[in-house]
Nanobody
Framework: QVQFVESGGGLVQPGGSLRLSCAAS????????MGWYRQGPGKQRELVAA???????NYADSVKGRFTISRDNAKNTVYLQMNSLKPADTAAYYC???????????????WGQGTQVTVSS
């Protein structure tokens, strides 16, 4: 079993930036693609960005050009740099492992507690 601890969320004004981190337990982190997901109020959880162990990237259309996903396999950590934030980005953000970096891929493990991002003036 792999466990995730997300951090870095907070309250930010529109146009601002945040950097989220997700630390994963276990030694098998580097074998999986990793995804950042978000769930806004009254909405289903959706994939925001994903990265394979080899560095292949995938982004939701709504965040392309604004968000950047990266990973450090030595630290078992995946990051999400979020720039030009909008109120529509307000959500709880989660990470998980998956076999493919696609929105159709099934998250493999239990969800962590997430980190809340609120974009508001």
């Amino acid at each position: 079993q792999v466990q995730f601890v997300e951090s870095g969320g907070g309250l930010v004004q529109p146009g601002g930036s945040l950097r989220l981190s997700c630390a994963a337990s276990g030694t098998i982190f580097s074998f999986y693609a990793m995804g950042w997901y978000r769930q806004g109020p009254g909405k289903q959880r959706e994939l925001v960005a994903a990265i394979t162990s080899g560095g292949t990237l995938n982004y939701a259309d709504s965040v392309k050009g604004r968000f950047t996903i990266s990973r450090d396999n030595a630290k078992n950590t995946v990051y999400l740099q979020m720039n030009s934030l909008k109120p529509a980005d307000t959500a709880a953000y989660y990470c998980n492992a998956q076999l493919l970096p696609t929105a159709q891929a099934i998250p493999l493990f239990d969800w962590g507690q997430g980190t809340q991002v609120t974009v508001s003036s």
